[in-house]
T-cell receptor, first 115, second 109 residues
């Protein structure tokens, strides 16, 4: 079974530039998550989708971050404009459903460096 | 969000058992105890979860105290590949995983 795919694996941009990350979840998984992990900390949930609807985006900085999940499969997370403090690893995860506490499967992440 | 307390780091020797503790004194009756681990430069990986009874799978065992206020993840024979950050998380459906800083496990040959 293929895992969660993410691209790119690494990205370096200057502050005020924009960047986009892509995620392809495990086939059949209804729930998709985007996390931000700052060095030395645990992952923090940014946004959670159930199929193509948003379940929780309470910790997403909506003035600069946006995310979409077209057709309930792939998802894209965008940052515009980036700030220095956005330097982190962005992790995508998926699960069968969030309603019954199924385990989440994580991708390898995208390491973003903002200079 | 329910809180857990874990030691910052632990050390073990290869092929020895490892007991990773987690305190969760404010656990509610519907909270499951989940463990994830994160190997260097990888995303977190699900390890095991339980509610009240002890659980075993191919990766580890989970021992849950009778009052459910603490639990222990047991790796029966540590390998170098088990060196990772281990997260103990209280989780119920319809909620989100809240990761703390976890326990960094160091395994020596």
């Amino acid at each position: 079974e293929a895992g969660v795919a993410q691209s790119p694996r690494y990205k370096i941009i200057e502050k005020r530039q924009s960047v986009a990350f892509w995620c392809n979840p495990i086939s059949g998984h209804a729930t998709l998550y985007w996390y931000q992990q700052i060095l030395g900390q645990g992952p923090k949930l940014l946004i959670q989708f159930q199929n193509n609807g948003v379940v929780d985006d309470s910790q997403l900085p909506k003035d600069r971050f946006s995310a979409e999940r077209l057709k309930g499969v792939d998802s894209t997370l965008k940052i515009q404009p980036a700030k220095l403090e956005d330097s982190a690893v962005y992790l995508c995860a998926s699960s069968l459903s969030y309603t019954l506490g199924y385990e989440q499967y994580f991708g390898p992440g995208t390491r973003l460096t903002v200079t | 969000d329910a809180k857990t307390t874990q030691p910052n780091s632990m050390e073990s020797n290869e092929e020895e058992p490892v007991h990773l503790p987690c305190n969760h004194s404010t656990i509610s009756g519907t909270d499951y105890i989940h463990w994830y681990r994160q190997l260097p430069s990888q995303g977190p990986e699900y390890v095991i979860h339980g509610l009240t009874s002890n659980v075993n799978n191919r990766m580890a065992s989970l021992a849950i105290a009778e009052d459910r206020k603490s639990s222990t993840l047991i790796l029966h024979r540590a390998t170098l590949r088990d060196a990772a950050v281990y997260y103990c998380i209280l989780f119920t459906g319809f909620q989100k995983l809240v990761f703390g800083t976890g326990t960094r496990l160091l395994v020596s040959p």
